[in-house]
Nanobody
């Protein structure tokens, strides 16, 4: 079992930056691919970014490519999502997830955090 806890969300203005963190407990994160997802009110949960176990390979949704950066620190059992040039359409609850496959489908991930709210005002 892996327990995940997100932090770092908040209310910012368009163009600002935020850094989300995901801390794990229970098992080492180095055994898992990690992903960030988001869900806006009335919408389905959507893929944002993923990173492979070693951190060498990353993958992004087109909507965040060039603005968001996913990274991981396996020694500290944490994963981060650096979000720059935020837009109002980035407003959502952001979730981190752990799974055995490097994938963008939510069903590929086995463990989920509770989420952290990100609100971007125009």
């Amino acid at each position: 079992q892996v327990q995940l806890q997100e932090s770092g969300g908040g209310l910012v203005q368009a163009g600002d930056s935020l850094r989300l963190s995901c801390a794990a407990s229970g098992r080492t994160l180095s055994s898992y691919a990690m992903g960030w997802f988001r869900q806006a009110p009335g919408k389905e949960r959507e893929f944002v970014a993923a990173i492979w176990r070693s951190g060498v390979s990353t993958y992004y949704a087109d909507s965040v490519k060039g603005r968001f950066t996913i990274s991981r620190d396996n020694a500290k059992n944490t994963v981060h999502l650096q979000m720059n040039s935020l837009k109002p359409e980035d407003t959502a609850i952001y979730y981190c997830a752990a799974g055995s496959r490097f994938a963008k489908g939510p069903h590929e991930y086995d463990y989920w955090g509770q989420g952290t709210q990100v609100t971007v005002s125009s």
